[in-house]
């Protein structure tokens, strides 16, 4: 059995997990994590990344384990071996639903100050969480100095036609 590490940082890492499920989730605590919204965000993790899993395998580690509970986070990732990313972790899970709130100017300025050393992986954690792009994150990619990277995510995530009946995408704020 692969290490979750290790797993993590394959292509189709959910197909990956799931096959070896049990023994997996026995193994690492995880048992009740991969459930299908959850599974969806990692596999938009994973076709937003394109062939980048090692680079991103926080990111998909985020997806994995963002239903927790925040006080038992440090806990599970230390259980499982991943201790040594828990602030990766913790810092993407922090900013991640505070994009909404940014408007313009300096409020943009503060969220990416804020985010500084995270804030790829909370934008890629964003995109594949909403499964959409919002005016906010766009604005955030390229005041971050991410918009090239940002195209690239949302037009492999179009190409991938990934939505699922799991799709919590919300109207586009450009259409307020």
């Not at 290490?3 to 989730?25: F, I, P």
């Not at 505070?98 to 804020?114: A, C, D, P, S």
């Amino acid at each position: 059995m692969k290490t979750l590490r290790e797993a993590l940082c394959q292509k189709n890492s959910v197909e990956l997990l799931s096959h070896t499920y049990l023994a997996w989730g026995a193994a690492h605590g995880l048992c009740f994590q991969l459930i299908p919204h959850v599974a969806e965000v990692m596999r938009r993790v994973e076709v937003a990344a394109g062939d980048e899993h090692k680079r991103f395998w926080p990111v998909k580690l985020t997806a994995l384990v963002h239903e927790i509970l925040p006080t038992n986070l440090g806990t599970t990732l230390w259980r499982t071996g991943l201790a040594d990313v828990a602030s990766r972790v913790l810092a993407i899970l922090n900013g991640f639903g505070h994009v909404w709130r940014v408007k313009e100017g300096e409020e943009l300025q503060k969220y990416i100050r804020g985010h500084r050393a995270q804030l790829e992986g909370l934008l890629l954690f964003e995109v594949a969480h909403e499964g959409a792009v919002t005016e906010a994150m766009r604005s955030v990619a390229r005041l971050g100095c991410l918009e090239e990277r940002f195209e690239k995510w949302e037009a492999r995530l179009a190409a991938a036609h990934s939505w699922s009946s799991d799709d919590i995408r919300t109207r586009s704020e450009a259409s307020h």
